[in-house]
């Protein structure tokens, strides 16, 4: 029998309790960095070495970083879904825990791209995790971080739209639904599609389908598992 479809939108509440900070729950700030300095493209421009250091400090702290039993609960999914996971996050959490199909709306900590026409892109090793001023791609353009900066596409929206549309079940686990255009992926659910939107905060958002599970991502996607049993 052909497996149900479950796509997972997980934010911030979920790489949290893995200990990785983001600046969206502490007031625009991002590990003291105001977050026009260090994530847009003009702050790249105005100052490229503090914004590498940056980010060679976040994936410092993504390394020493380990899974939750929210990832692990996710990864657990797909023996029994088909489990397709749309994560506003940059670290690789979800890929380390165990979970095979992973669309990052932001980016990825752990890649670099060339600012040149081309914007290849290129993975970066554990060992050297390290991106500076001088460092360029074959072609001979300097390296960024490969995240999406506030004005710039998101490129995974579309294949996200499609996902969401196709799902069987959809999941929200740790964003506020604030941030657009993950926000409006709820607006491509098919209609009558049962939603699960697990947050210990208070959530704006209504659907005669929700059930909310109003406890951390790690306590929630538990419960989660058990409710989902009786959709195999």
Not at 63 to 80: I, S
Not at 166 to 183: C, H, K, L
Request: one cysteine or more; aromatic letters at 6%.
């Amino acid at each position: 029998m052909k497996k149900k479809k479950i796509a997972v939108l997980t934010g911030a509440g979920i790489s949290a309790e893995s200990g990785l900070s983001t600046f969206r729950d502490a007031g625009g700030l991002w590990e003291q960095h105001r977050v026009e300095d260090v994530a847009t493209p003009e702050g790249f421009m105005r100052n490229p070495e503090m914004v590498l250091n940056f980010y060679n400090e976040r994936r410092k702290q993504l390394l020493a970083a380990q899974p939750n039993a929210a990832h692990k609960a996710l990864a657990e999914l797909e023996k029994d879904f088909e489990v397709h996971i749309i994560t506003q996050n940059v670290d690789n959490l979800h890929e380390r825990a165990g979970s095979s199909n992973v669309i990052h709306l932001h980016g990825e900590l752990m890649k670099v791209r060339s600012t040149g026409p081309g914007q290849e892109v290129y993975e970066l090793s554990p060992d050297h995790p390290e991106i500076h001023v001088g460092d360029k791609c074959p072609k001979g353009y300097q390296l960024r971080p490969h995240i999406v900066w506030f004005g710039e596409p998101v490129p995974e929206i579309e294949k996200a739209i499609e996902i969401v549309g196709e799902a069987d079940i959809f999941v929200i686990i740790g964003t506020s639904m604030q941030v657009y255009p993950a926000a409006g992926l709820i607006h491509y659910v098919k209609p009558g599609t049962p939603i699960f939107l697990i947050d210990p905060k208070e959530v704006n958002l209504t659907s005669h389908n929700l059930t909310v599970i109003k406890k951390g991502a790690g306590e929630g996607s538990k419960e989660l598992l058990e409710m989902l049993k009786k959709y195999k």
